[in-house]
């Protein structure tokens, strides 16, 4: 039996809160906070080993059972997809994926093919099917807003949180494509094997989080 | 223009060790196979695509790799190998009497998305025509012991039960969508989305067992609280029974519940079951009863069965080392019949044969391999030179 169990936070802002999630249920953070060069840090006060990755990363380590558990974007698991248990939604990093076009355009009001840009082609393609609309998706890595402006694109499919960067270039949201919030998921054969750790571990969060 | 030589995606050469490993599994496990009755069959590699689409197959048609048939039919590499066999059962067999108990050692294909392997060996058995408490018995109790034989010490296999959550679903007010959603949502134990989809059936029979149904799994107290939850069910019960009699087998240790396990439950229509070993990200086993599937082909037969992936076995086993190089056999004209005593009289792997022409050849090449001595064969006799 292994007797600590692994968990991966996605870096960046999901990383700050779910360490603070994790002390707010009392976990010792201090090693996660204070990292240094070490890239596993294990809670002093609770069996936990904790990992930092790309959140495509975390699915990864998770799927494969490298890690036990990990705490995620839902717009990466929409975008990335996986065999895991995704448990809970922790109820921060909360956004949406919206379809949003250049001001004043009619987007649904042609035959033509629309063109749609894009760092999510997973989602914009779900989305459009369900639709039944046949579209062109081009991926885009870094400002998606640019590419209506250049013309390269009739609309955008992206993470928005309050609308202001799309305000800024003259975008407006039009449609939900989905809602997004950070999920705890859990290796499926680990939630079987480790029931009882994994379990203790999800009950305290469970709690904070309800 | 440019020629690819490196394997396909999701697949691999396999080397020394590696293929020792999977022989290895393969070997324990047709051996347990064989001592319980069952006998061998071998279906082709290919196969109509019809085959599959005819059986409602739970492997998505994107997910079978496609092969043209001279005949302009599309064929699949098997993606899984109980669909062919219950072909054979109700065909080929058709004379034969019931039950039978079948194997195979193959290998199924899959096309994966992003990374995974294409090619999955697999053993596994099929009983035909038994249907009731033995056959159950006789097939879960194969299943442990095949982890077991292959020498897995932290492992479990998790029963659980198709008819449980259609008996559930059915007590309420459920369209066929929201059933659906709410199946997904149970196997991929999402706790919170599953609490939101029942929310508004609160109150209704089935409710609070649906809602704990992600949370049943484990050892044997999950059976008591389903009970309580439910208000009972006689899938419960025969998963009771099923227990009792296999615990009083020494087969108790071995067993886990999941009741949330609700995948497929088109095709498997009884008890189901996966096998978990400690080391491995995802189940290394899996099987259940599915009534409905020979009959496709016109006989009818209730069967049970499970695969094991040999490969996801064999990574968690302890490494096979190879034996190293000990001797290499210099060899005379006229002396072939000595050296191949000698080296047939040897463990394999040790011993081999110097294809060189001169002694001073034969000791260069036994001291490039590592090995510790040339055993000479010459018209004087035989002599050891060591290096």
Redesign the interface.
């Known amino acids: 039996m292994r007797d600590r169990m692994r968990i991966a936070l996605t870096k960046g802002r999901l990383q700050t809160r779910s360490v603070e999630l994790f002390e707010q249920v009392g976990l010792d953070c201090s090693p996660v906070r204070d990292p240094g060069r070490r890239l596993i840090h294990s809670l002093p006060n609770y069996p936990l080993d904790v990992v930092l990755a790309k959140a495509s990363d975390v699915i990864t380590y998770a799927e494969h059972g490298v890690c036990d558990m990990g705490i995620v974007g839902k717009d990466t698991i929409l975008e990335h997809g996986g065999a895991f248990y995704e448990v809970l939604d922790l109820g921060f990093g909360v956004c949406r994926f919206a379809l949003a076009v250049k001001e004043g355009t009619d987007f649904y009001g042609t035959y033509k093919t629309r063109r749609i840009a894009s760092k999510y082609p997973g989602v914009t393609r779900a989305f459009f099917e369900a639709k039944g609309m046949d579209v062109d998706i081009i991926k885009i890595e870094g400002s998606v807003e640019l590419a209506p402006i250049l013309g390269l694109a009739d609309a955008i499919v992206d993470i928005v949180e309050t609308g202001a960067t799309l305000k800024a270039n003259g975008l407006i949201p039009i449609e939900t494509v989905a809602e997004v919030s950070a999920r705890l998921i859990v290796n499926t054969a680990s939630m079987k094997l480790y029931k009882a750790q994994i379990e203790d571990f999800l009950t305290k969060i469970q709690q904070q989080t309800a | 223009m440019k020629l690819t030589i490196n394997t396909p995606e999701g697949t691999r050469d396999r080397l020394f060790a590696e293929c020792l490993e999977r022989r290895q599994v393969q070997a324990l496990l047709t051996g347990l196979f064989r001592q319980r009755g069952f006998i061998e069959v071998s279906t082709p590699e290919t196969e109509f695509y019809d085959l599959f689409a005819l059986t409602g197959s739970a492997i998505a048609q994107e997910s079978m790799i496609k092969v043209a048939d001279p005949s302009g039919k599309i064929c699949v590499m098997r993606p899984d190998s109980t669909t062919p066999i219950a072909r054979v059962a109700a065909t080929k067999l058709k004379t034969v009497p019931l039950p039978q108990r079948l194997y195979y050692e193959q290998t199924v294909y899959r096309a994966h ?1 992003n990374g995974g392997n294409r090619e999955i060996p697999q053993c596994g058995v099929e009983l035909i025509e038994a249907s009731g408490k033995k056959a159950d018995l006789e097939i879960i109790a194969t299943a442990v012991d095949a982890l077991r034989v292959c020498g897995a010490t ?1 492992f ?1 296999v ?1 029963l659980g039960h198709a008819g449980f959550f259609l008996d559930l679903a059915a007590r309420m007010k459920l369209e066929e969508e929201e059933l659906e959603e709410l199946r997904a949502l149970i196997e ?6 599953l609490g939101a989809l029942l929310a508004p059936h609160k109150g209704e029979p089935a409710w609070s067992a649906l809602t704990r149904l992600s949370h049943l ?2 050892g044997v107290e999950v059976l008591q609280e389903a009970q309580r939850l439910s208000g009972g069910s006689q899938e419960l019960t025969y998963l009771m029974e099923l227990y009792e009699e296999l615990s009083s087998a020494g087969y108790g240790p071995y067993l ?1 519940f ?1 009741l949330g396990m609700v995948h497929q439950i088109d095709y498997y229509t009884g008890v189901v079951f996966r096998g ?1 070993v ?1 080391g ?4 290394v086993l899996s099987g259940g009863r599915y009534d409905n599937l020979v009959q496709v082909f016109g006989r009818e037969a209730q069967a049970t069965g499970f695969a094991v992936d040999v490969d996801a076995v064999a990574r968690i086993l302890p490494p096979v080392v190879l034996s190293k190089l000990k001797t290499v056999i210099h060899y005379d004209p006229g002396k072939l019949a000595a050296a191949l005593r000698a080296l047939d009289g040897s463990s394999p792997g040790t011993c081999e044969l110097s294809p060189a022409r001169t002694l001073e050849s034969s000791c260069n090449l036994a001291r490039e391999k590592g090995a510790k001595e040339v055993l000479v064969f010459e018209e004087a006799g035989e002599r050891v030179v060591r290096i």
């Open positions: 998305g932290s479990h998790e991929g134990k999402n706790f919170t989305a799994f484990g886990r999941d978990y400690e491995a990200g995802e189940a």
